[in-house]
Nanobody
Framework: QVQLVESGGGLVQAGGSLRLSCAAS????????MGWFRQAPGKEREFVARITRSHTTYYADSVKGRFTISRDNAKNTVYLQMNSLKPEDTAVYYC???????????WGQGTQVTVSS
C-alpha cells in the first residue's frame, strides 16, 4: 500500500512557476513508476508526466519544454517543476504510482493549480 500526498499548488500569474511535490509513504518508493496527471473543470483527467523507477521521463506534448518531473528516492518524493505557466494549465494536479505498466494503482488527493492571465 502506498499513500500519496501532493503539495505546492496555488495561484500564479501566467509566465510564472510552481513546483509540486508528492510525498509517498512506504519503503518501496524506489520500485514504483510515478506519474503526474491533471483534470481541468469539465474535462477528463489527462497525463502530464511520468518518471520510471530508472528515472526515464516522459511528457505530454502540451507541457514538454516547460515542465520537469524528477524524483528523490531518499525522500520518497516526486516533483513537478512547472515553468512558463499558461492559463490552460489550470487544473487539479494528481500524482500516481504504479509498480508495473501504465495502470496506476495509487493516487493522491490532488492539489489545485490556478494560472491567471
Amino acid at each position: 500500500q502506498v499513500q500519496l500526498v501532493e503539495s505546492g499548488g496555488g495561484l500564479v500569474q501566467a509566465g510564472g512557476s510552481l513546483r509540486l511535490s508528492c510525498a509517498a509513504s512506504g519503503r518501496t518508493f524506489s520500485t514504483y513508476h510515478m506519474g503526474w496527471f491533471r483534470q481541468a473543470p469539465g474535462k477528463e483527467r489527462e497525463f502530464v508526466a511520468r518518471i520510471t523507477r530508472s528515472h526515464t521521463t516522459y511528457y505530454a506534448d502540451s507541457v514538454k519544454g516547460r515542465f520537469t518531473i524528477s524524483r528523490d528516492n531518499a525522500k520518497n518524493t516526486v516533483y513537478l517543476q512547472m515553468n512558463s505557466l499558461k492559463p490552460e494549465d489550470t487544473a487539479v494536479y494528481y500524482c500516481a504510482a504504479t509498480n508495473s505498466g501504465y495502470n496506476y494503482d495509487y493516487w493522491g488527493q490532488g492539489t489545485q493549480v490556478t494560472v491567471s492571465s
